[in-house]
Nanobody, 118 residues
Framework: QVQLVESGGGSVQAGGSLRLSCVASGNLDRTYCMGWFRQAPGKEREEIAEISPTGGTAYASSVRGRFTISKDGAKNTLYLEMNDLKPEDTATYYC????????????WGQGTQVTVSS
């Protein structure tokens, strides 16, 4: 079992920045694929970024160039740096982990809310 706890959400004006964190605990004896997802009210869940066990990254077109995913293995922490935020980025953001980069992921955090005002 892996437990994931997100933090760093909040309210920001358009054009602002936030950094989300996701601390992993539990069975961390291997390197997992980690991802960030988001879900806005009335919309489907969207995978926006992932980082593979070997460090390769991928982004959804909606966030590419504005968001950056990274991880600190020593701290067992996944990050999502979000710049140039837009009102359409408003959503609940979740981190997730699995043995491979394939949705649906096995382990999920509880989510953190991001609200961007115009």
């Amino acid at each position: 079992q892996v437990q994931l706890v997100e933090s760093g959400g909040g309210s920001v004006q358009a054009g602002g920045s936030l950094r989300l964190s996701c601390v992993a605990s539990g069975n961390l004896d291997r390197t997992y694929c980690m991802g960030w997802f988001r879900q806005a009210p009335g919309k489907e869940r969207e995978e926006i970024a992932e980082i593979s066990p070997t460090g390769g990254t991928a982004y959804a077109s909606s966030v590419r160039g504005r968001f950056t995913i990274s991880k600190d293995g020593a701290k067992n922490t996944l990050y999502l740096e979000m710049n140039d935020l837009k009102p359409e980025d408003t959503a609940t953001y979740y981190c997730a982990a699995d043995y491979v980069c394939r949705d649906p992921f096995l382990y999920w955090g509880q989510g953190t809310q991001v609200t961007v005002s115009s």
